[in-house]
């Protein structure tokens, strides 16, 4: 034996143990995987609507916060500024990019801006325009996440019903005497893990939709409130009074 031998053994039994640890499954992975086969292919269409609908709801919850539809102060921030006078072009573009309330506001001091002498009328025409593009926005997804809270069920139903194909197809009279027991019990595990992961998918689904649904109606209403305290003050520029 070589003496560059001695002093690689250590080194290639290290990286041996370190591929061995790799390539073994922890036992976690291993159930997860088991139950995936023994659900059958029916657990596949269940398995990528709860990833898109894990994505829509962390998407949602980064999107329908406070700070970034409706920030508190911002209101009596853009009265203060176009208390004495209009804000140039450059600050209105800076305050729709700044949030959904934002967008909204500058809506109506853009129309103000281009027309003097509009009405009434048409500034709150101009605010409900800028008001429905602002709930559509903030509606984003949630058909999407309602339609997953709907589907996830009954795409559990039909792996219910596949699994129960398999039980019948292991008692046919081809089968022999007492059926066929392996068959009988892969129909009864893809029956119950697409049942349960159906409802699984669907409760925590339906739960956030209606959860996002009312941070939607709330911002809604801020949103028309934040309008209407708008209107007459934008009025004076127009040279009207409310």
């Not at 209009?86 to 209105?92: F, G, H, K, R």
Request: hydrophobic share 50%.
């Amino acid at each position: 034996m070589r003496a560059g031998d001695v002093g690689d053994a250590p080194a290639a039994r290290a990286a041996s143990r370190a591929i061995i640890r790799a390539t073994q499954k922890s036992p976690e992975e291993t159930l997860l995987f088991s139950i995936i086969q023994a659900a059958g292919w029916p657990i596949w269409p269940l398995l990528l609507c709860s990833v898109v609908a894990l994505a829509l709801v962390i998407e949602r919850f980064a999107m329908l916060r406070a700070v970034r539809v409706t920030p508190p102060r911002l209101l009596d921030e853009v009265m203060a500024v176009s208390s004495k006078q209009l804000p140039s072009p450059d600050v209105v573009t800076k305050l729709a990019a700044n949030s959904v309330l934002g967008m909204v506001l500058a809506s109506g001091l853009r129309a103000v801006i281009g027309d003097p002498k509009l009405t009434e009328e048409g500034l709150r025409i101009a605010f409900e325009a800028a008001g429905r593009a602002a709930v559509h926005r903030l509606e984003r997804y949630l058909n999407t996440l309602g339609t997953i809270a709907a589907a996830a069920p009954l795409l559990g139903l039909l792996g219910t019903v596949i699994g129960m194909i398999e039980i019948f197809g292991s008692q046919a009279p081809t089968a022999g005497v007492g059926g066929n027991p392996e068959q009988l019990a892969h129909g009864i595990s893809i029956a119950l893990y697409n049942t349960a992961f159906g409802l699984i998918v669907a409760i925590p689904s339906l739960m956030f939709y209606r959860y996002f649904r009312g941070k939607v109606d709330e911002f809604a209403i801020e949103l028309e409130q934040s309008a209407e305290r708008m209107v007459p003050h934008l009025m004076r520029y127009a040279g009207r009074t409310v």
